[in-house]
Antibody
Framework: EVQLVESGGGLVQPGGSLRLSCAAS????????MHWVRQATGKGLEWVSA???????YYPGSVKGRFTISRENAKNSLYLQMNSLRAGDTAVYYC????????????????????WGQGTMVTVSS | IQLTQSPSSLSASVGDRVTITCRAS??????LAWYQQKPGKAPKLLIY???TLQSGVPSRFSGSGSGTDFTLTISSLQPEDFATYYC?????????FGQGTKVEIK
């Protein structure tokens, strides 16, 4: 079964750090881009970071310089190191797999987050 | 790239046809996906490449559009379809989401 399982969430004080993990199973982890997406309670989805198969990384301005995404293919694991945490970072954090889609000619026609974990809650509060 | 969904919420009855729109602030070709999210659950991919149904998703869901204007249609709303729906652009980073459309029971 294709599965993603997040862990590492919890309560942390403002300015503190936390490291989230995402364990992948049921697919060739090294062949896929991976992403983190968060959702504050009662709010919408916010893309947080991405890492490509070559280790290239991407962040939105809201977390750039504070969050670091990494992967360990030998362990089928994705990580998110979160530093200088703020109250506004309080959310459920999901990991997700990025999948490319191709047309009949082999030309890329789309991309989407096709597999999601169940999420892990991060609370930043004193 | 900003995505604007409309409406933000709607009330509908079982059997109704429901349409949700998503407008991008600049052209994104067909690099748009739609997700369904139920309370306390992770989002579920419904449609990718603007109009292609993900495997296992009922055929009452359909998507259309290209460039800046996109639509998600549910042809006959079922009880299990009451949820929040998000569009997402995957043309460039950051991979932005729309603000969501909550579909409630009328």
């Amino acid at each position: 079964e294709v599965q993603l399982v997040e862990s590492g969430g919890g309560l942390v004080q403002p300015g503190g750090s936390l490291r989230l993990s995402c364990a992948a199973s049921g697919f060739t982890f090294s062949s896929y881009d991976m992403h983190w997406v968060r959702q504050a309670t009662g709010k919408g989805l916010e893309w947080v970071s991405a890492i490509g198969t070559a280790g290239d990384t991407y962040y939105p301005g809201s977390v750039k310089g504070r969050f670091t995404i990494s992967r360990e293919n030998a362990k089928n694991s994705l990580y998110l190191q979160m530093n200088s945490l703020r109250a506004g970072d309080t959310a459920v954090y999901y990991c997700a797999r990025g999948e490319y889609y191709y047309d009949s000619s082999g030309y890329p026609k789309g991309y989407a987050f096709d597999i999601w974990g169940q999420g892990t809650m991060v609370t930043v509060s004193s | 790239i900003q995505l604007t969904q409309s409406p933000s919420s709607l009330s509908a009855s079982v059997g109704d046809r429901v349409t949700i729109t998503c407008r991008a602030s600049q052209g994104i070709s067909s690099y748009l996906a739609w997700y369904q999210q139920k309370p306390g659950k992770a989002p579920k991919l419904l449609i990718y490449a603007a109009s292609t149904l993900q495997s296992g998703v009922p055929s009452r869901f359909s998507g259309s559009g290209s460039g800046t204007d996109f639509t998600l249609t549910i042809s006959s709303l079922q009880p299990e379809d009451f949820a929040t729906y998000y569009c997402q652009q995957l043309n460039s980073y950051p991979r932005t989401f729309g603000q969501g459309t909550k579909v409630e029971i009328k």
